[in-house]
């Protein structure tokens, strides 16, 4: 069985945390936005612990800050 799309794409963040666009929603650059097939998924990108904080998955219209 193959891994799941989806889950490779949240994966890669790992090796390039800032590949995907910044956040629409917030000014700060540490907040971007992996898009996947008709959802948005936010994600901060926490330098200090070193780690990627997942905020939500939502459908592309329905991101609220």
Request: aromatic share 10%; net charge neutral.
């Amino acid at each position: 069985m193959s891994p799941d799309p989806l889950f490779l794409s949240v994966l890669s963040l790992v090796d390039a945390p800032y590949r995907c666009r910044a956040s629409t929603k917030s000014n700060d650059n540490h907040i971007r936005d992996l898009v996947f097939k008709g959802y948005v998924i936010p994600y901060r990108i926490n330098e200090v612990k070193n780690r990627i904080e997942l905020i939500g998955m939502f459908s592309a219209n329905e991101w609220e800050m």
